[in-house]
């Protein structure tokens, strides 16, 4: 399978592009600055609001990741959804159907244990609220599309190497599981393209 991951570069990224390559798919990393890029892919550069330069890096694709996230002391309220708007369009014009974005499950508090939603989940609300509305428009934007698509909702990411055991439930958050690693979230991300039964929800996924 050849996939295109947006983002590459990223913690997230950087993730999914090695285990996409341990699975032996063929691997095109759109990132900003092709220095940036992942040894041993093929490199695209491609800005994620700019939907001509990504139809040109995801053309051929049967499959992308996005993996576009709000960086840490950088202002862009709109980030997410912008980009999904963007990609969105570049897919549609270059026929490709299957999308798994990256979300956050901190945006979405329904279902969740006692702890995350009357504590730790409105305290985080107030503190990245911007970020939330933007994960959750983003979430809008790609669920009004007619691709095939996976959102990812991770808890609180974190380094370190991650586990191929994590735990995930399909459209409901997990339990007293707080903290997920990038790497397992790269690995979440390369086995949603094997699970259609995936396609249409939002995955939690946690360690």
């Known amino acids: 399978m050849r996939i295109a991951v947006i983002g590459a570069s990223g913690r997230v990224g950087s993730a999914t592009v090695r285990h996409a390559v341990a699975a032996g798919h063929d691997v095109v ?3 900003r600055t092709r220095a940036t890029a992942p040894a041993g892919t093929v490199v695209a550069v491609a800005d994620g609001r700019d939907a001509a330069a990504l139809a040109d890096a995801v053309r051929g694709a049967d499959a992308v990741v996005s993996c ?3 960086v840490t002391g950088q202002d862009d309220s709109t980030l997410l959804r912008d980009s999904a708007s963007a ?3 570049a897919m ?4 490709v159907r299957r999308l798994v974005a990256i979300s956050a499950a901190a ?3 329904a279902g969740d244990d006692p702890v995350s939603r009357f504590i730790a989940k409105p305290l985080l609300e107030r ?3 911007d970020n939330n509305l933007d994960t959750r428009a983003m979430e809008d934007v790609i669920r009004g599309s007619d691709l095939d698509s996976t959102l990812l909702r991770p808890s609180r990411l974190v380094p370190g190497d991650g586990s191929p055991h994590y735990r995930h439930r399909v459209d409901q958050a997990v339990w007293w599981h707080y903290n ?3 790497d397992t979230v790269g690995r979440a991300a390369v086995d949603a393209l094997v699970h259609p039964e995936w ?3 939002a995955v939690f996924v946690t360690e």
């Not at 549609?92 to 026929?95: N, Q, W, Y």
């Open 29 to 31: 990393s759109v990132v």
């Open 68 to 70: 576009i996230g709000h």
């Open 87 to 89: 990609l969105i369009e």
């Open 92 to 95: 549609g014009s270059t026929g």
């Open 107 to 109: 945006a979405y508090v």
């Open 127 to 129: 503190m990245l609220k």
């Open 180 to 182: 997920t690693r990038f």
């Open 199 to 201: 396609n249409g929800h």
